[in-house]
């Protein structure tokens, strides 16, 4: 298909270098400031275009701005009648619904939203991360599910549907699966080093690289260790007044792992009633 992609930054470049590779035409590249550097170093053979003329000249127009920028994005496009009958317009946003898209629509265009199940830091390695990436593709019949599909296939992703009115819950657990993820290992290595443990990211990276792959392996269930699900209430309270003295502003997010720890614990059967009651005793005390 020839492609528009406006908003070429890390997910979109890749887009169009996967694309490419699998043999749609980028026909046009649209974006800010930095983005006419980043065509020269990773689509050579596009143009920069302003939004309205990339989008005019193409079947599919990607649009991979950051989230608050789709919406408006396509109501300009739909405006300026770069969008209309015949072409298809995509956002790649995992918490955004197809109704960010709804002006396009309106003009005549069809719509569908394909998301990678990735987290790209930047734009290598959002190319060499693409294939092999969970995608979820969203649209409004079938046959807009099928070309998601076949583009999400293109770019080497493994495809899934998903409905538009889930795409909010499961956006919530893709931060959880990664943003929160670094997160929780960012706050590890501070309260590392509050404990006075020398390199700490280094220290942390066997453990961290262990508890992900006994996940992948056991599932999370089977995987999870700690005082939570041994039912070991004194070390929590240990834990808890360790973080009062030294970084209290980190009590409520340890209340809320240990509470979600000990459901896991308790689902997968792996916690005696009142062992949980003896660790939300002392989390009561805490919230
Ligand atoms: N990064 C990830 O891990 C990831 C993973 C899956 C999906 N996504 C989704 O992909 C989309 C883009 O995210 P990203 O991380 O790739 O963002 P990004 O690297 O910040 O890229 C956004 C691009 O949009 C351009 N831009 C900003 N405002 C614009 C506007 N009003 N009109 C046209 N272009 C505009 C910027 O151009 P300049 O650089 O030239 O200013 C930039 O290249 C989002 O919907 C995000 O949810 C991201």
Redesign the pocket.
Known sequence: MDVAV???????TAVAVGLARAGHRIVGV??????AARVHRWLPDAPVLD?AAAAAAAALVVI????D??RP?AERLAAEGAVGPGSWIV????GLGLDALESAVRAGARRLAI??L???PDVDSAIDRLPGAAIAVTADDEEGAELGMRLADDLGGRPFRLDDDRRPIYHAAAVFGSNYLVATSAVAETLMILAGVPDPAEVLAPLRRASIENVERLGAAEALTGPAVRGDAGTVRRNLEALKASAPELIHAYVSMARAALDVADRAGRLASDARRAVEDVLDGWT
């Open positions: 406006i908003g070429a930054g890390r997910a979109g649209a974006g800010g400031a930095a983005t939004p991979g701005t950051p989230d920028a789709i994005t956002h790649l946003s995992g998301h990678p990735q987290t790209f």
